[in-house]
């Protein structure tokens, strides 16, 4: 133990003297951005607000007013721009909406938007949404995006949700960036156990992976059918033990009331 604490402290300071000896060129914030202050490091500076937008640890959060907006005008004709940010949403409306656009404009004529929105994400997690505005076009509108010689992006959160955004950026395409990144996320699976074993305290012991936001019921049944255990797991804590007697036991999950997940057996002797 005493060797891991005398590690440590070299540890962190080779890593200090490797962040401060790095040229700038590398560690100047998202160079070739064309948008200003994307990242909020000097608050609301450079956009253009309305409604309820705030600054919190250089994040910037929408809502939850009716209707809460950013937006930035830039001045580029280039048709390769990759568009991108981060989004977390933090509470939504059922009839309410989270969007992002951009709009083109030539000599002052507005020639159009396009619109993506982002209400099936996953609460209080970001995601980084990433693509090139001509395809985008494309893939909304179903025509090559017209010749333009200004862009507008903003984000909209209407009717009292909350979301968080961070890292806009437009930027000419790269060996990386070129390649679009993360898609928003959709659930392709349900949740699912996937580790029980008896622990050293002959307990019952269980993790669980793909969790909802909430509603992760379980419910442990013994061989007569009594419901000898419940509970509702938390998202991001989807691990609980259950001290139950030695036998077999039915393992049931659900999201919804009446719509079970899985449904196993365990036992020990």
Known sequence: MKRRWLIIPFLTLALILSFTLLPISLISANPGNLVKNGDFSDGLSD????????????????????????????NSDNKNLIYSFKIKPITYNSSGSIYVDFELYKMGSFLGYVRHFYNTLQLNKWTSISYKISDAWYDY???????FDEISIYAVVKKYGIANFDNFSLKEPDGETAELEEKPWVRDHEMTCWQVWVNQDDAFEFIFVWEYYNNNHVQIFDMNGNLVFTTDMKKGDAHFVAALPDGMYTVKTFHEAGHILQEFVIGKP
């Open 47 to 74: 956009w253009i607000t309305s409604g309820n937008v705030n600054v919190i640890d250089e994040e910037a959060e929408l809502g939850p007013d009716y209707g809460s907006t950013i937006k930035q005008y830039i």
């Open 141 to 147: 509108w179903g025509y090559e995006i017209p010749e």
